[in-house]
């Protein structure tokens, strides 16, 4: 691991000796929701309550938990220094080379495209039809705080579900018992299904970070009493996942005032956030923290949208979220808390081919008929240079880097190592990768913000997380917008948590016509970084102030020195970029990356994909060190970890996405 925080900035901080420092106030919301077709993944950390009053809100980190807070403790690590600025004390990793796919000759151009343009003449056809197998649960008749709508949402969805080829398993008021069995059931039913669909509609909770299903007839004095009474949501999605459908929609509806709050004395509200197994996408009916009335609005345009010719399910959600906002004034808006999926689904099939003329309309007789409606993928396709988006201004600059393999992870015998940063193992990218050139700006992250009216975990109450008079502190008062030091739009976005930065690419996607945006998993970074390199830094074997912004040379505090005249955070692309044209690979601040963390390489992925199995789900991976770390940090190989609702003034992120 490594230490982080250029630690003066203790001192610093703590007694705002900088004239450029100021104190911000906060906001409260939070997130959009959508989440593009890639794997995203999250962890937690405690925040003021453990428990949440029924609702949708807060994500909790599943396989895995929700998104409640947990509290973290440091842990000293024998082989490296705990770092007073990094409440995990970690560090990791090293990689090697790369190889550049080259086209072979003109003439092997040539012919692809020619291939390609046939292919595109070609309509777009569904893929094999595939068993569609749905679960819907509606409990309205509780003996405290009774629902009306339930079964108004059940019969909503069930008549869109049957329209679509859907199997739909419904039971309606049940208790513990029926619950549990209807969702082992629906275990057995989703094997071997391209897509399993599990909507719930009643009362549900959030408690010491787990969301929880409320059957009828639970007797529920005291907190504990949930994991006795009710049904955990994380278990449900065990039951689906250990089927392995192809696609999992995960939808609940369970966002109205808590009745037990009287009881448990919680008094915040919505479910927690959850962590999506691949393949996988969680809906919750409203936002982090807010409930949503009983009036079956969510349902009723859900249904609809599902059921539109041509509508990819990304964006049935999305359209779903536009029009609950827009028919309740913004008091009550869908949210996307996790999205994995890595292709494109059609739930109602497609409209039109590719490569008919431009009047071929929807009104015309010579208008493509609908394909049936199965779950169609269609993978991504790659090309080898970026092309510019013009329906993307002001979305980040990206460099492609070529397919290849390295090896990642350090040598037992360099300087600074630690031993999570082996075994080194061989990984191998089938695919060019385009990497943004510089970590995401404060302009541009105000961009989205400005766009959505997201609210970040900081701004929700989060705050950011120092380290101050020998401990870690949140200051609620400092978010993005307003930290203890200066920034302009030109510097790296800071103190916005994993989340919040999943939520930036999924707004990306939404504005987009490019696909695919995302964080990038640990190996990608990795291999980035090295951009070809086997040494210790990605410029050479010694650490270099012209070359990167970064703290003391032992552990720790803000320096300014040579090259690097910052003692916070720099401009992005003042220091030279590596081999392959990406800057701050290494300093500034550092990165998140999709992974969950794991103590080594053990058992890791090779192909480059994210490591989301097993490991610490409230923890993610950062990389790269920042303008606190002490020379150990900034090491190609190095690694850290987070808590992923947590935000920090050394840490930002930078985006990827397939060419």
């Given amino acids: 691991m490594s230490v982080d925080t250029k630690a003066g900035a203790v001192d610093l901080l703590q007694h705002g000796r900088y004239p450029s420092l100021h104190r911000p106030t906060i906001s409260g919301d939070i997130r959009l929701a959508l989440q593009d077709r890639f794997t995203a993944e999250n962890g937690t950390a405690s925040r ?23 509290d973290i403790g440091l842990r000293d690590r024998p082989v490296k220094q705990e770092n007073p600025m990094h409440p995990s004390g970690r560090g990791t990793s090293a990689g090697e080379g790369a190889a550049l796919r080259h086209w072979r000759s003109h003439r092997a151009l040539a012919w692809l495209t020619l291939a390609c343009l046939l292919l595109a003449m070609l309509p777009v056809h569904a893929a094999p039809e595939g068993k569609r197998v749905a679960l819907l649960i509606g409990n309205s008749n509780y003996a405290v705080g009774p629902l009306r709508n339930p079964a108004n949402d059940v019969r909503e969805m069930e008549a869109s579900l049957l329209s679509l080829g859907f199997q739909v398993r419904k039971v309606m008021d049940t208790d513990q018992n029926q619950l549990k069995r209807a969702i082992r059931d629906f275990g057995n039913d989703a094997k071997g299904a391209a897509v399993a669909l599990f909507y719930y509609s009643g009362h549900g909770i959030q408690s010491g970070g787990e969301n929880y299903l409320i059957p009828l007839r639970a007797s529920i004095d005291k907190e504990s009493d949930y994991d006795v009474e009710a049904v955990s949501v994380s278990s449900a999605l065990r039951q689906i996942a250990g089927a392995r459908p192809d696609v999992t929609l995960l939808v609940l509806d369970a966002c109205r005032d808590n009745p037990l709050a009287s009881v448990t004395r919680s008094g915040t509200k919505g479910l927690g956030r959850m962590d999506a197994p691949t393949g996988t996408a969680i809906a919750f009916a409203t936002a982090p923290n807010t409930t949503a009335a009983d009036s079956g609005l969510f349902a009723r345009v859900l249904a609809a949208e599902l059921r539109k010719p041509g509508q990819e399910l990304f964006d049935a959600l999305r359209n779903t979220t536009a029009v609950v906002k827009r028919e309740t004034g913004g008091r009550q808006e869908p949210r996307v808390s996790e999205w994995s999926i890595t292709d494109r689904v059609f739930l109602a099939g497609t409209t ?19 394909a049936p409606a199965t779950a169609m993928a269609v993978p991504a396709t790659s090309i080898p240079v970026v092309r510019a988006d013009a329906t993307c201004q002001g979305c980040p600059a990206m460099v492609v880097i070529p397919a290849g393999s390295f090896q990642m992870g350090s040598t037992s015998d360099e300087e600074g190592r630690s031993g999570d940063e082996g075994p080194l193992r061989t990984v191998t990218f089938a695919q060019p990768l385009a990497v943004s050139k510089n970590l995401v700006t404060r302009g541009e992250f105000a961009e989205f913000v400005n766009a959505t009216g997201h609210r970040t975990d900081a701004e929700l109450g989060g705050g950011c997380r120092y380290f101050l008079e020998g401990r870690w502190q949140t200051n609620t008062g400092q978010s993005w917008r307003s930290l203890m030091f200066a920034q302009t739009n030109d510097h790296p976005v800071t103190c916005v948590s994993w989340h919040d930065a999943v939520q930036y690419t999924l707004w990306l996607n939404a504005r987009s016509a490019l696909k695919g945006w995302r964080l990038p998993s640990e190996a990608e970074w990795e291999y980035a970084a090295r951009a070809g390199t086997r040494t210790t830094y990605p410029w050479g074997q010694l650490a270099d102030r012209a070359m990167a912004n970064y703290g003391r040379d032992t552990c720790c505090g803000p320096l300014a020195a040579g090259a690097d005249e910052w003692e916070f955070t720099s401009p992005v692309g003042h220091f030279p970029a590596n081999a392959w ?7 500034n601040l550092w990165q998140w990356v999709q992974d969950v963390w794991h103590d080594n390489y053990h058992g890791a992925p090779v192909d480059g994909s994210a490591w989301l199995k097993d490991g610490s789900p409230t923890e993610r991976v950062v990389r790269g060190g920042s303008w606190g770390s002490n020379m150990r940090s900034l090491r190609t190989a190095d690694r850290n970890k987070y808590v992923s609702t947590e935000a920090f003034p050394i840490v930002g992120f930078r985006v990827v996405r397939q060419p």
């Fill in 352 to 370: 039109q081919a590719i490569g008919t003329s431009p009047d071929v309309g929807p009104g015309s007789r010579h208008a493509a008929a609908p």
């Fill in 581 to 587: 044209g990406l800057h701050d690979m290494s300093g």
């Fill in 48 to 70: 003021a309550s453990d428990h949440t009053n029924g609702g949708c809100a807060r994500p909790l980190r599943m396989p895995l938990p929700p998104y409640h807070q947990i």
